[in-house]
């Protein structure tokens, strides 16, 4: 458990990649109460240092004694590294929130997006799961729809940013789109198709029942979220030739009567939630205006016209921020919260 102290001491495992040099940043912004800080990484990585406040710090290498005395240890490193360290890091003493796929699934173990369950995490958690991106911010809008007119079914489609991917797919969207613009081929490495001026229907490895792993990770994920198996979702994930930021096109069915203006409404009273619905002024989420920026934002709020009780509308939200890095910060900020209170 958790206990008051006036600063929490805090690992990085993973640090050096993209979410954890994010969760560096954020901890920095949010003025987060860190005493004694350890940036740990693969034996490659040690040498390396990364800025944090203003300091620079050193990065160890992770092993299993790396997390003596730490307090809580945000993972960042994959689910195979999470499954052989985040154990011996609970065994230390220290609360894991970890960002991979390791345990999401695993009874017993919390899934947690603050604004909507953090009553889930109990009073010695162990071992916090944080969400997949994509799942993160569509459950931030459905809550509030779920909680009003209880949620039947759920169709949606992902339109996934290539920094999902990591730096590499970053770089590769980077070199591809300036080659082809300059007549040179387009050489495709880390996904199997060109990704520049494209779109890949397909996000992770397919599953035999036709969909890819991230298609159901986003059912499965919603599901335990929300605390309701009968929720039926029907998920296709894209990938898209966009930097940074997911957006998602939802088609929600509910079961009580629901009016596009109420859902309006509704969510702009929402904690970490930004309505932008103007079509008139042209005005609705865009990618390129979410990147870092800590709220899910919705527009396109609209009737199904084939659908009784069904609304269309667009999520839109950084999947670095809000969708990985941002949203384990703010577990923790939650940790310490509940014990200062």
């Known amino acids: 458990m958790l206990v008051k102290k006036e600063q929490y001491n805090i690992a990085i495992a993973g640090a050096t990649g993209a979410v954890g040099r994010k969760m560096l940043e954020i901890l920095a912004e949010r003025g987060f109460p860190v005493g004694n800080l350890k940036v740990l990484a693969s034996a490659k990585s040690v040498g390396q240092s990364l800025e944090f406040n203003n300091a620079s710090i050193d990065v160890e290498e992770l092993t299993e004694e790396s997390f003596e005395g730490v307090d809580i240890a945000l993972f960042s490193a994959g689910a195979g590294v999470s499954r052989q360290f985040a154990p011996a890091a609970v065994k230390s003493g220290c609360i894991v929130i970890d960002n991979s796929s390791a345990f999401r699934m695993h009874e017993g173990i919390p899934l947690v997006v603050p604004e909507v369950n953090s009553s889930s995490i109990c009073d010695d958690p162990g071992i916090i799961a944080n969400p997949n991106c994509s799942t993160i911010q569509m459950v931030v809008a459905l809550k509030p729809i779920h909680d009003k007119y209880q949620i039947k079914r759920i169709v949606v489609s992902t339109y996934q940013s290539v920094s999902g991917s990591g730096q590499k797919a970053i770089t590769e969207l980077e070199v591809q789109s300036k080659n082809l613009l300059e007549g040179q081929e387009a050489k495709a490495e880390v996904y199997p198709h060109q990704i520049a001026f494209n779109c890949l229907p397909h996000i992770d490895v397919f599953m035999d029942n036709g969909y890819t792993k991230e298609e159901m990770k986003m059912v499965d994920e919603t599901r335990k979220i929300l605390g309701d ?22 088609n929600v069915e509910t079961e009580n009567p629901i009016k596009a203006q109420d859902v309006k409404e509704l969510l702009s009273g929402m904690n970490g939630i930004q309505v932008v619905d103007d079509p008139e002024s042209n005005e609705y989420p865009l990618a390129v205006d979410c990147t870092d920026r800590d709220e899910v934002f919705v527009g396109r709020i609209r009737q199904d016209i084939s659908c009784e009780n069904a609304i269309n509308f667009w999520v839109v939200s950084d999947n670095l921020r809000k969708g990985a890095a941002l949203n384990a910060v703010q577990i923790a900020e939650y940790l310490i919260q509940r014990a200062n209170a």
């Open 229 to 250: 198996a009968s929720i039926r979702v029907s998920p296709t994930a894209v990938r898209v030739p966009v930097f940074y930021s997911h957006s998602e096109s939802l």
